[in-house]
Structure formats: structure tokens, C-alpha cells
């Protein structure tokens, strides 16, 4: 049985067509700012080259998704979506990508842990051949609770770091059943999306739903894998005193010689103002954290899922919690309070709009090509998880250039045959 797609019911007053018009001009806005999935865009429309395909998504509904699912129906493919994080879908986006010809999108905002998982469902009810996934929800449930479906899969690509962790450790176990392409791996999706994409979206998430100053503060960043990073330095560019915890050596020296303090955060918590968590694993600040924490302290997470503060912890303890600001919950320890934003999810996308524009669009380029890399060779790909080929992320790097009117250097075919071989110095 298909799923109907998840009708919105507003207030006359408020007129659904008004808010579906303002989804329409977020995606164009986007799409204006798009350039190498335009280019992509243009060949796909031309060449059709996933006619007959149907692809199932679980990824962030916003405007620059849209703007991928726009390029995949050109291509030929019919989409079925929904959200990958409950507050991370933006309404009116859903309802225009609805009023398009071959997609059915069944995110809503703010939705129940059941609701989520019944669109996921949804989704999987199209028979989907290609999945998307931002988290690799799809890809689990495909292996556990639909696994009759599992025969007409032919490969999948995942978008983040956690997904990728997920279906790394699955693949360990022998438990991967078709091909997975790890877009989050790709030189041009990490590089950008996870270091300048996250850290600038993740402030300003915070930013706009406190409106605090950060110069000054002691700002505590738990990870410093790329997202991390990307997040000290805004921080750090912001005038914050950065504080870095770690479990893995390498990163904490590195973390170390770039600048920042590097504690454990039992000892960080005691002098933090501001803490963000972009770690991917559970329970990095919990109970005894929040004890030893500031009055006024504010917590906010960019991990994908919603369990590296944990809040069933803080909600415990607390003697009261209330909502003070839009995405800001007072939690009253009786010495002091301590506030979470966006519920401990996804502040960028909860709070925010998620990665700037022109990131997502090196990113969602990858994952088009990679779709159509699937569509080409999913018959002779095993059920691993692949890297994302080399000339597809070297495309996507070129196509960005060209877009910003950058030139590079060629090298010389003499200077080729000398960077490939053993006898330099010669």
C-alpha cells in the first residue's frame, strides 16, 4: 500500500498557496545559486540518464534539497522523499516539492518519532531502487523491517559522517546487502560541506536563536573531526576563547597546535559558556557535566542525531523546564540554569537553514553524479561501501572552479611521467 503524502491543514487566513509560493521561491533562490548541479542539471535533462529508476530519499527537506530532486526527475527518475531529522524539515518547501510532476515528499516539521518512521515507510512503499540518505535510516530499515524489498535495490549513497560510520560497521559485520557509495568521503564534500558548510551554519543557528555575542566566550567543541574544525574556526574567527575536547590523540594535538585548548570535559565544563557538540557518538556530556556546569550555560548540538547531549539526563535533574525563546528550553537545576537549544538536535537546521548554498552545492552535485553512477554500474558493483570515484569528485572540484571563474594550472605530459614514476631527483 502507498502511502497518500502528508497533507498540511493551515488556517484559511494563513493560505496554504501562500505558503507553498514561498516554498516555490526558496528553491529558486537556490537554484540560483547553484551552479554546478545547474550545469549537471542541463546534461541530465538532455541525456536522461535515470529513466525508469526510482529513487527513495531521506535527507534534509529545504531548499537546496529540492533542488537535487529537481535534477534526478529532469534525469528521468521518479522521487519519493522524506526528512531525515524531525525538525529539520522546512513546510513550505515540502508542500512545493508536492506540486511537482513525479515526486511525492511526505516530510513534515516537527513530526512524532512514529510519524518520522511511518514516512520513512512511505517512502520505501514506492519500491525504490536507489536510496539517498542522510543518517542511512532508509538503508536500516531496509535491512531489518523491509528487507522483501531489499531484491530490487541496487546500490544507495549515503551523505554523512554518522551514516557512513553506520554502514562501515555493518559492512564489518557482513550485514551489508548492496552497494553504498560514501558521499561524505568524497575530497569535495568533506573538505567543504563538513568544515566551512558546518561551522558557518552552526553559529549561526546559535546566533540567530540567542542572539549572544560569542566574542569572549569560552566556547567548549566536543570533536575536532572536520566538522569540529570547521566550527573552531568560525568560532575562533567570532573572538571565542575555543576549548577542544578529544578521545583521539592525533586530532587533540592537532587541535592543540592550531590554537586552541585542549581538556577533558569533565574539566571543560566547569569554565564553558557556550558548548557544541559534533562528535556523531552518544553521551558526551551527561549527567555530572551538567551538574558542574555555569549558571547560564547553553548547549547545542551539530551531530546528526540528537543523543551527544543526553537529555534524558538533564531532564532528571531538572526542577523545572520551560521554553523561554523560540528553540531555547530553560532547564532549572535549582543552583542554576542551564539552556538547550533545538531540543539537542541539528542546530543548523533545526535553528538555521542548514549549510550555505554554495557547499551543498558541491555536495548534492556529488550525490546526482554518484545516482548516475549507480544507474551505470550498479551490476558489476558488490555489497560494500565505495568510495566516491575519483573523476566524479575531480568533476565536481573542476565544475566549481570554472563556476568562479577560477583557472589552475595543467601540468606537462613530461611532468606527469615524472610525478608517476621512482626516479625523481634524476
Known amino acids: 500500500m502507498i502511502y497518500m503524502p502528508i497533507h498540511y491543514i493551515t488556517p484559511q487566513s494563513m493560505g496554504a498557496k501562500t505558503l507553498t509560493e514561498k516554498g516555490k521561491l526558496k528553491i529558486e533562490w537556490a537554484r540560483r545559486h547553484m551552479p554546478v548541479l545547474d550545469d549537471i542539471r542541463s546534461r541530465f535533462e538532455r541525456e536522461k540518464p535515470l529513466r525508469g529508476h526510482i529513487i527513495g530519499m531521506a535527507l534534509h527537506v529545504e531548499a537546496k534539497t ?6 534526478l526527475v529532469l534525469g528521468g527518475a521518479e522521487v519519493a522523499i ?73 546500490g544507495a549513497c549515503e551523505e554523512t559522517t554518522t551514516g557512513v560510520h553506520r554502514l562501515r560497521a555493518m559492512q564489518a559485520d557482513g550485514k551489508l546487502e548492496f552497494p553504498v557509495i560514501a558521499i561524505n568521503d568524497a575530497r569535495t564534500k568533506f573538505l567543504f560541506d563538513n568544515r566551512y558548510g558546518t561551522g558557518q551554519s552552526t553559529l549561526d543557528g546559535i546566533i540567530r ?14 570533536g575536532y573531526g572536520w566538522c569540529g574544525k570547521g566550527v573552531a574556526m568560525r568560532a575562533k574567527g567570532h573572538g571565542a576563547n575555543v576549548i ?14 592550531d590554537g586552541h585548548r585542549v581538556m577533558p570535559m569533565d574539566k571543560a565544563a566547569n569554565i564553558g559558556d557556550l558548548f557544541i557538540t559534533t562528535t556523531g557518538n552518544k553521551d558526551v556530556i551527561t549527567k555530572e557535566h551538567f551538574r558542574s556546569m555555569r549558571d547560564g550555560a547553553i548547549l547545542a548540538n551539530s551531530g546528526h542525531f540528537n543523543v551527544e547531549i543526553n ?30 537549544l533545538s531540543k539537542g538536535r541539528l542546530v543548523n537546521l533545526a ?12 555536495s548534492f552535485s556529488l550525490q546526482a553524479l554518484c545516482v548516475r553512477y549507480i544507474a551505470d554500474h550498479a551490476h558489476g558493483m558488490k555489497s560494500q561501501v565505495y568510495d566516491v570515484p575519483q573523476e566524479i569528485d575531480e568533476l565536481v572540484a573542476r ?24 626516479k625523481q631527483g634524476t
Open 351 to 362: 535553528s538555521g537553514d542548514g549549510h550555505p548554498i554554495e557547499v551543498m552545492d558541491m
Open 311 to 340: 537529555i534524558d539526563h538533564i531532564n532528571e535533574i531538572a526542577k523545572s523546564i520551560r521554553e523561554v525563546r523560540a528553540n531555547i528550553d530553560e532547564y532549572d537545576l535549582g543552583d542554576k540554569k542551564i539552556y538547550l
Open 66 to 71: 529540492a533542488v537535487l530532486v529537481e535534477t
Open 244 to 257: 577542544i575536547t578529544e578521545v583521539d590523540p592525533v586530532r587533540a594535538l592537532e587541535a592543540q597546535m
Open 82 to 154: 522524506t526528512g531525515c531529522n524531525p525538525l529539520s524539515t522546512q513546510d513550505d518547501v515540502a508542500l512545493a516539492l508536492n506540486q511537482q510532476k513525479n515526486v511525492e515528499c511526505y516530510a513534515k516539521h516537527n513530526c512524532s518519532t512514529k510519524e518520522y518512521y511511518k514516512a520513512i515507510d512511505a517512502v520505501l512503499d514506492h519500491n525504490p531502487d536507489i536510496t539517498i540518505d542522510d543518517g542511512a535510516d532508509l538503508i536500516f530499515k531496509l535491512h531489518t523491517d523491509r528487507r522483501e524489498l531489499l531484491p530490487n535495490i541496487i
Open 399 to 422: 565544475l566549481k572552479l570554472k563556476s568562479m571563474q577560477i583557472d589552475i594550472d595543467q601540468m606537462s605530459a613530461e611532468q606527469r611521467e615524472y610525478a608517476s614514476g621512482w
Open 209 to 222: 536563536t540567542t542572539n549572544m555575542l560569542i566574542a569572549g566566550k569560552n566556547v567548549v567543541i566536543a
